[in-house]
């Protein structure tokens, strides 16, 4: 069982930044994947960005240029740091696991970009 608790989320004005952080129960050099998803309402839940154990990483389209993706090792965290905020980026915002072939999500943060 991996259990993940998302923090960092709020209230930004367009243009702003946020860092999500997501930590993990487990030692995270045991998980092959951790990510985060976004869900608007009325809307199905996205991938926003992905980083593997060996560190690498990817991004939706939309996401590329503003959203960074990272992990501490040490920590046992992955971090999401979002900059250049839309109001269309208005979401929860989950962290994702990939271990052993198991899907984990964390309870989600739910981040408002709003003036």
């Known amino acids: 069982q991996v259990q993940l608790v998302e923090s960092g989320g709020g209230l930004v004005q367009p243009g702003g930044s946020l860092r999500l952080s997501c930590a993990a129960s487990?030692?995270?050099?045991?998980?092959?994947?951790m990510g985060w998803y976004r869900q608007a309402p009325g809307k199905q839940r996205e991938l926003v960005a992905v980083?593997?154990?060996?560190?690498?990483?990817r991004y939706a389209d939309s996401m590329k240029g503003r959203f960074t993706i990272s992990r501490d090792n040490a920590k046992n965290t992955v971090y999401l740091q979002m900059n250049s905020l839309k109001s269309e980026d208005t979401a929860v915002y989950y962290c994702?696991?990939?271990?052993?072939?198991?899907?984990?999500w964390g309870q989600g943060t739910q981040v408002t970009v709003s003036s």
């Open positions: 994702h696991a990939l271990k052993d072939g198991k899907s984990y």
């Open positions: 487990t030692n995270i050099f045991s998980i092959y994947a």
């Open positions: 980083i593997t154990t060996g560190g690498s990483t």
